[in-house]
Every structure is written in C-alpha cells, then in structure tokens.
C-alpha cells in the first residue's frame, strides 16, 4: 500500500507520516499542491490524504485536476472545521471521504483501512464491524445468518458509524454528508434513521449498539456479552 499526503502544515504532515509508516505504509510526503499533482498523476498511489488550504495549487484544484487526467485513487481530503462548504466541494470534485482536523490516529487508521480496502482488498466490497457485516453494493446488513436490507440513508449512515467504529460522528457531520450542505434537514431527521437501524440491528440479532453522546453524535459500540 503506497500513499500520498499532500498538506503543508509540516508538523502534522510529518506526524501522519509517522503513525503511517509505522502501519507498513509505504508513505510520500509534499508539503503544496504542485508537488501533489505531479507525485499524484504518476499514479503509483493506492490512497491521497489531501489538504485543501494549500501552497501553489490548491486540493480541490489539484484533485479535480488529478481527475481529469483519469487518476482514479481515492482521495481523503484533511479539511479543518470550518471548511464544511470545501467538504462538499470536494466531494463533487470527486473525493471520496474527508477527515476533519484535528482527527486522533485511531480515526486516521480507519479511514485509511476503508480506502484502501475499497480499492480491491476485499473484492466483496464488504465492511465489517464486530458481529455485523455491511454489503457496500447490495445495502446488505448481516449478522451471522441473518439480514436485512437498509434504505439509502440508512446505508450511507451506517457506512460512516463503520468506517470509523468506536468514534462519535456527529449529527452535523451526518446531515452534511447525507443530506448537503445546503439542505432543510434537522437532527431529528437523524434521530428517526437511528431508530429504524436500531431496529434493524435488533432483528438481525447483533449485540452492537449505536450508542448517543451527550447529544452531540452517534458511534458503535461492540457486543459486549
Ligand atoms: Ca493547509
């Protein structure tokens, strides 16, 4: 597995860098968006971490760039609080998740498990989590033998609770990603999804639960009999 990091923030560059390497990533830093086109369209990468606030070229004018020279290697834009309008962005630019600043090395670990497993780890193109397994094409939930299948928005909530297990995702970040930006959502739109996978997790039989911190967000916490 080979990344690319492209963020100028040298500190935290280097300290990814590191948490990386130590994981048996084989890791290229550059610290602006110039560099980053020019490492990225080598297409040697299986993962870009890209920043978007950037020296010579920006990340979202890098990555659509990278795009329009057919570089398909999922990018993960490194976006600070405050650049929720970039997020999305980025996402229409052809990103295919962000992580928000400051993140902790477990979050960064499995961000970056998932985008590499998507690129062809796991051909099944499965996520799993504990007891439970997600199909990521059929919108399968399993434990065990038995299964259901999730509504869109249900999907697309329980993909981010597993993409990064144990870490609470906020009702923000939910309403952001799934329903825009610009959208009329409010948490109570949240609230009724979790229920209905609550639900859900019950009639399969898994022990997980989606657990509710301090009303801030969500995150999974493993069976614990
Ligand atoms: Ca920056």
Redesign the pocket.
């Known amino acids: 597995m080979r990344i690319l990091i492209v963020?100028?923030?040298v500190s935290l560059a280097d300290a990814v860098t590191a948490i990386l390497k130590k994981e048996q990533y084989f890791v290229d830093t550059v610290y602006d968006g110039k560099d980053g086109y020019d490492y990225a369209v080598s297409d040697i990468y299986d993962l870009i971490l890209l920043?978007?606030?950037?020296?010579r070229m920006n990340?979202l004018d890098m990555l659509k760039a990278i795009r329009e020279q057919g570089i398909s290697t999922p990018v993960m834009l490194?976006t600070?609080r405050t650049e929720v309008n970039d997020k999305i962005k980025g996402l229409d630019c052809g990103a295919d998740d962000y992580l928000t600043k400051p993140f902790n090395k477990g979050e960064l670990l499995a961000r970056v498990r998932a985008l590499t497993r998507r690129k062809g780890e796991i051909p099944t193109n499965e996520l799993s989590f504990d007891d439970i397994v997600l199909n990521q094409s059929t919108y399968e939930l399993s434990c065990g033998s038995l299964c259901v299948k999730l509504g869109a928005k249900e999907f697309k909530i329980m993909q981010m609770l597993m993409f990064a297990p144990k870490n609470i995702i906020s009702k923000d970040e939910f309403i952001e990603k799934i329903w825009g930006y610009e959208s009329e959502a409010e948490y109570n739109s949240i609230e009724v999804y979790i229920s209905f996978l609550r639900k859900k997790l019950g009639a399969i039989k898994s022990g997980i639960q989606i657990k509710a911190s301090r009303g801030v967000g969500y995150y999974l916490e493993e069976n614990k009999e």
């Open positions: 963020e100028d923030e920043d978007i606030m950037l020296p990340g490194l600070a």
